[in-house]
């Protein structure tokens, strides 16, 4: 079992930045590749970032390429997520979500550990 706990979320203007956190506990969570999904108000979740198991791949949704950044640390159990340049429609609800497989798509799997999420948002 491995639980994740969400952090970093607040309000923010246009083009300034934010950095989540996404903390887990239990299982070795080195052994879990992470995410990073989020759901704006009326709209279905969707993917924004991934990473494999010890960091040596991401993967990005094209909305947020070249502006987020996805890391980890297994030795302190944490995934982040740098935003920067962050534009209105980025506003969410930012989900942290493990999984022992990696995949390097946008879809939104059935991951199998999800956080409660954070809220960002971003005025213009």
């Known amino acids: 079992q491995v639980q994740l706990v969400e952090s970093g979320g607040g309000l923010v203007q246009a083009g300034g930045s934010l950095r989540l956190s996404c903390a887990a506990s239990?299982?070795?969570?080195?052994?879990?590749?992470g995410y990073w999904l989020r759901q704006a108000p009326g709209k279905e979740r969707e993917f924004v970032a991934s990473i494999s198991w010890i960091g040596g791949s991401t993967y990005y949704a094209d909305s947020v390429k070249g502006r987020f950044t996805i890391s980890r640390d297994n030795a302190k159990n944490t995934v982040w997520l740098q935003m920067n340049n962050l534009k209105p429609e980025d506003t969410a609800i930012y989900y942290c979500?493990?999984?022992?497989?990696?995949?390097?798509?946008?879809?939104?799997?059935?991951?199998?550990?999800w956080g409660q999420g954070t809220q960002v948002t971003v005025s213009s």
């Open positions: 979500a493990a999984d022992a497989a990696y995949y390097t798509d946008t879809h939104v799997h059935e991951y199998d550990y």
């Open positions: 239990g299982r070795s969570f080195s052994t879990y590749a």
